[in-house]
């Protein structure tokens, strides 16, 4: 019989958003089973969620210091294992930074920490932890995303020049941050956010899609950040040039002004034998490109897909996946590990998940943009 | 605390792919417990799937018959409230019949019968039970779907005139049934299929999506079904003309042979005022085409949804859903009737799921078609 | 030097649609001069036209008889070589045998005849003339669906199994043709429009791309055939079941009153190794869709287009063509058939055209069809 | 009767791509006529191509200085009236300015000088010459670029934020240039080509479409020019950040390195209150988003859109238009100003066409955006 994987959530309290989507994502394939919480600060809603999650009182703490003190003393197969962490990010260090000390593997949401310092301690604790970490870089869960990388990497696409990367949204247009509105509440305001919103919030995602589809690394930006929404405080747009170590170009946009766009996350990337290109408003196709034949659309799950994309379906092609089994996919690489005791997976194997290597590089790059952008310097190495 | 309810699952067994659908469907918004199930009339393969899922030997049946007597003595808090049926077609009524007058409410999938006497003795069964009967006829769980429902009854296209349906797939292209494959093999075989393969198991599909979306029924069809695969013992292929009782026309295409598409499900509906269409392949937008305005698109989740539709999403427009989502929406929605102790709710109201009626018209359906099909006479009136 | 044809026009006259269309794909390449007409049965709106055109008034007529008559006593290197006729169906049979019978070329708007009768007559003449007749099946024309016809041609579908088409506007929602509406008014009066409206102007299209494409007849149709807009005296919606020699089936739907639809054309092939569609809104691709590798696009002009293909491009890849350059592809190859002195071109010779069989096939198909629809049959044979 | 404006050519001989694309633009609306031309400078090409196009020998001349004392004698009713240039870049201001200075208009290809110096003297003759000057800027002639222009300008879309705009081929991924490719030789060589090969030919469009769409101007930019292809000689690649006056952010990529791409010319505005965009490869749909509606497709020629983007349709709303009929929008543009004698028309009344405005603002971007990515200086401003 399978023994389900325990966790305990911080944060994710009624109303989140993403607390709500780990939960359908751990939930999906049938390998978690939440214990317990420390779903709000507020400690009426924490309780209220904690009932509405069908979870007893009793495991539902008032914040995380006392969730681990408790946890701990409850016997080893009721005890949780995993801390799942979705608060606003200014949490995401010292959560995972007492949860890993306390002995506890950590799934945590993007990004990593408000800063690069910061990252840089919860790297070292990570390293001497003997735990999992693992950060939820969603859209590299989808397994059309992950073909591309494949192809990428086997060298399909030759030697790689160009790399156009964008996130637009358009749900910060308006300043609803002063109407109450939750979520874009603590995004714009640096105290829970960290330095950048836009950068933090959806750029990261970018980012890592951009490294993480080339298996290569931005060596130095150029970058424009603007806040475009009077009395906002932190920015809410940018538009980034990028260097690529081995000479390759691009530019990444992020905004959160796009009026009308939900989410048009897309990367096209271009080398010498071919381009592909992958949007998640058709996450089931992968576009490739060639000079000298027809162009394709690998399927997800269709013919020619990679075993590494085959390992991120649920369904036979044609049966739609979405965002859930995008984000699920990380959560059931997370229980494979677990399942054969390992604390990481490097990409390129089947089931990989991203952890805190790909934290750090997100940091490194939103402290470099955020300099960049204030400076009259053209270009900033990136260095991590 | 919110207590999930627990059901039994006859059928699914590890490899079924219909049965980890509804798994997955009930697990989503976490209403549902597993708590026993007779997954396969292999009773090695039944133990290991129940193990597989994490539910002891003991409640893992041979049968549903051993099924529906041993849960019947455990204790009222512990017992299944709920069968999932999810078998070939054959054991669709008998396990209905019996689950039904054991006092169990009913989730089945589609077709709800072999036959159309078969439905109607079930139909009687049904409305003297007291208990739900829910039909996963799953792309009525689409929110978009919903949306284009809402419009039509709301009189936005004005007098229905024309509709297109279609369901296309290709995985019947070759006999794979000869060499092994389970699914295929049930399909084409009469005795677990019924009268048809092609219609029971795709063409009731968009049947159903013609009448549900516009709110009429086919009053009259002609229909010329068709084995393209040599050998195989039912119908790969229907191309059917419909006509509505208010003289709206139409066509139906289901088709198994069409090499290469995956599902390819599709429904145009024109008015007097507009028309709309909707296709499984971007399940989140209803494109809406005007003689005088420009066309526009609906957004799943986005402005212009009305509240039934928003009902069926679980995430902000662009985060995207799919064929889970889907099924799992007409879980949620037996779900909210249970909960308010109600064993049906109409077409129209929030949450609403397809019940018995739906599997009736579907049977009648499946055999005026087959009569027609075989005869020489143009039109043949569906009577249900 | 180039010499151009020269050619006279019958209709066309300002206002018309079709005469513009035909002057602009003549006039395309350069390959031809438009010397004379009789633009109109209205006089002043003739002599209006001719001037428009830039055509002396000597050479604008009163009619084709007289133009015929005028022409005949010009110089050789004055007098028109061939006639363009664009007016409403009644006339085309008449100006075609008259013009054929005086020694020129003709180039006619489909259908080819009011009935099939009238076909027939044209076709012995067209055999008995020694001239060329050229028939604009304006689909035909686009580089993608020559390139879909090729594809079927050279066995990559394998067997032909099913064969959806379809042809949806909008335009005739409203009963426009009693508000004065000129393209309207005729098409939908038999006195000269012919037997059906819908068939006529749109079905024919679909019916020819439908055997065009996979190069097989259509051996018998079960027809449904309606009038929705109250007092019009025609049909305007067709759905239509088909039936192939090889035992292919398919659907035809052929509609006007699909209220905001512009020019929804397209077909879908499949055969029993691989699946093709062609939409006229994406008509530069031509999609291929296979059981064991990636789906397939081939662009207009890009690697992958047979010689017949690229022989109706005159762009590179990416630089959009459209209606005009479809329709041009027609009087392009009639210039290459005159210019070698060849009055035909098989299908399958790069730059074929569509020539009078076409014309015979579509009025068996029209007369077939509405035969069935007002019968009890269900099936009707086309013989032609 | 109509009168043709007469038109000499100078380039565009057997073989180029942009000649044959001016003259059937010219061609299509029939108000232009070819008199005469200086096709090639290889003699015998340049008689080859005069007498392919139906021309006397007399007047194929062996260059445009030539052609202008040629053309001076002959009587006022046969003399060519206008120019057009579609020779390699160096040429453009020479032949402009003799042209100009002689008395004709002129018709001329972008872009419209080598240097920014070099456009500045000429537009200084263009204002003392009352003749008429012309750049044909592609992408300004669709349609629904017009209808994104005059949507920005009525101010439906609020205060404009963000701009992003692209043009992405892959013709040069290969140094074809060596290979005798004659189009990529002269675009890759400075003496032909000036100081730019990527932004001269495809990035000048790009920063017109996105300065016209909008009727903002590029304050300052921030360039990363790239050379991808080894031994080539000028840039290949380019992204580039850009700032408007009004606080606009925007992002250009212009390359010809996309390997596989054809032309993936796009534009994407959001401003405060929506957001549009339009890409070349669905050219006549004009996407609307919103955040408090459906999203909205205007279609060309149908409803929705203005009188500016229906007086550049020829055709009912779904009979497909292209690139040629783009370009002919700007010679049936200078065909109507020379009609009312006039020789420029403002952008924003109905039949506008690019000149020398437009001309020097290219050239200023070029050598801004050169002179940026040679340094290390953050932003450059651009001043023309």
């Known amino acids: 019989m399978m ?54 009182a009793a495991r539902s703490y008032p914040d995380y210091v006392a969730m681990l003190a408790a946890e701990a003393v409850l016997p080893a197969d009721q005890r949780m294992e995993l801390v799942v962490i979705v608060t606003p990010n200014h949490l995401h260090v010292p959560v995972s930074i007492a949860a890993l000390r306390a002995g506890y593997h950590v799934v945590c949401d993007k990004p990593a920490a408000m800063t690069l310092a910061e ?8 390293r001497d932890s003997n735990r999992l970490y693992a950060l939820t870089y969603t859209y590299a869960g989808y397994p059309m995303v992950e073909e591309a990388r494949v192809r990428i990497a086997r060298g399909d696409l030759g030697t790689i020049r160009r790399i156009d990367v964008r996130y637009r949204q358009g749900w910060l247009s308006d300043p609803i941050e002063k109407d ?28 890592h899609l951009a490294e993480h589809v080339t298996g290569m690394q931005v060596q130095a930006l150029s970058a424009d950040l ?24 691009g530019t990444l946009v992020a905004s959160q002004i796009c009026c009308g766009e939900e989410n048009d996350v897309s990367i096209h990337v271009y080398g010498d034998r071919g381009g592909l290109s992958w949007s998640q408003n058709d996450n089931e196709s992968l ?28 369904l036979p092609a044609g049966h739609h996946n979405g965002y859930i089994e995008a984000f699920a996919n990380h959560y059931r690489a997370v229980a494979g590990a677990l399942a054969q005791q390992a604390i990481s997976v490097p990409v390129g194997e089947i089931n990989w998940f991203p952890g ?23 270009w900033s190495e990136i260095e991590s």
Chains 1, 2, 3, 4 share one sequence.
């Open 180 to 207: 109450g509105h939750r979520q874009a509440g603590w995004r714009t305001d640096p105290a829970y956010s960290g330095l950048s919103c836009c950068l933090g919030d959806i750029g990261v995602h970018a980012f």
């Open 119 to 126: 990252v840089r301690a919860l790297a070292d604790v990570v």
């Open 356 to 378: 805190i290597e790909a934290g750090v590089r997100s940091l490194a790059f939103i402290e470099t943009a955020l300099a960049n952008s204030n400076g009259n310097q053209k």
């Open 226 to 249: 603007a806040t475009h929404v009077a009395g906002r405080r932190l920015d809410d747009d940018a538009g980034i040039l990028l260097r690529f170590a081995n000479g390759a170009r």
């Open 287 to 314: 576009m490739l490109k060639w000079p000298n034949r027809p162009q394709e659309i690998v399927r997800m799950g269709g013919p020619g897909s990679s075993p590494q994309a085959l390992a991120r379906c649920r």
């Open 3 to 56: 023994k389900k994987i325990r966790y305990g959530m911080v944060g994710g309290g009624t109303g989140s958003f993403i607390g709500s989507i780990h939960r359908a994502a751990a939930a999906l394939d049938g390998c978690y089973e939440l214990v317990c919480g420390a779903f709000s600060s507020d400690r009426e809603r924490g309780l209220e969620s904690a009932a509405a999650l069908g979870l007893p």
